[in-house]
């Protein structure tokens, strides 16, 4: 079956411009999650969508970045007036459940580049 | 909190060498420990997982054991291939409370084999 979308795969942008990204998720997976990998480092988590629960916004690293998920599917993540630190690839993933066992799958990412 | 150490690279090796990459982790209760492989120009792949101790996964010739009493989850494989060149990344993700949702990242290693 169809893995987890991302679109667009490439965003390049001005500082201080807005930019939305999107995540279609596995279909039937209830838990979708947001990461973001700058060039040379591991993973960074920024949020997490379980079901129905409030999210887990504790990775957000500013009030820049906020993102929604309608119901348990399509998310967005925004970053309001861009800055060149946020160009990084952002990756989106999905679980069956968010019980611990289960295991994530990823998206290609978008690649972000601030100009 | 949680975290993973990963051995860093870059790993260069030959066509059918002995592989092992360290994997160390630093979590309460019983976490669920994963390998995750990124492949030139793809997105992030789930390698193996174990989601308790002493389980082995294993797939495509690579194998990992979870360790509690020494808290790792080495990578191995008896005769790597070129086709095994990637970036590899040891992750967990927790049982309980806030760490239930989010993956924990190693580093990644770099790996490079020759013919």
């Known amino acids: 079956g169809a893995g987890v979308s991302q679109s667009p795969s490439n965003k390049v942008t001005e500082k201080g411009k807005d930019v939305e990204l999107r995540c279609d998720p596995i279909?039937?997976?209830?838990?979708l999650y947001w990461y973001r990998q700058r060039l040379g480092q591991g993973l960074e988590f920024l949020i997490y969508?379980?079901?129905?629960?409030?999210?887990?916004k504790s990775g957000l690293p500013s009030d820049r970045f906020s993102a929604e998920r309608t119901g348990e599917s399509v998310s967005t993540l925004t970053i309001q007036r861009t800055q060149q630190e946020d160009s990084a690839v952002y990756l989106c993933?999905?679980?069956?459940?968010?019980?611990?066992?289960?295991?994530?799958?990823f998206g290609d990412g978008t690649r972000l580049s601030i100009l | 909190g949680d975290s993973v150490t990963q051995m860093e690279g870059p790993v260069t090796l030959s066509e059918e060498a002995f592989l092992t990459i360290n994997c160390t982790y630093t979590?309460?209760?019983?976490?669920?420990l994963f390998w995750y492989v990124q492949y030139p120009g793809e997105g992030l792949q789930l390698l193996l997982k174990?989601?308790?101790?002493?389980d082995k996964g294993s797939n495509k010739g690579f194998e990992a054991t979870y360790r509690k009493e020494t808290t790792s989850f080495h990578l191995e494989k008896g005769s790597v291939q070129v086709s095994d060149s990637a970036v590899y990344f040891c992750?967990?993700?927790?049982?309980?409370?806030?760490?239930?949702?989010?993956?924990?990242f190693g580093r990644g290693t770099q790996l490079t084999v020759w013919p």
């Open positions: 992750a967990l993700r927790g049982d309980r409370g806030s760490t239930l949702g989010r993956l924990y």
């Open positions: 969508f379980q079901g129905n629960s409030a999210p887990d």
């Open positions: 174990a989601t308790k101790a002493d």
């Open positions: 979590a309460t209760g019983y976490p669920s």
């Open positions: 279909s039937g997976h209830t838990a």
């Open positions: 993933a999905s679980s069956f459940s968010g019980e611990g066992n289960q295991p994530q799958h």
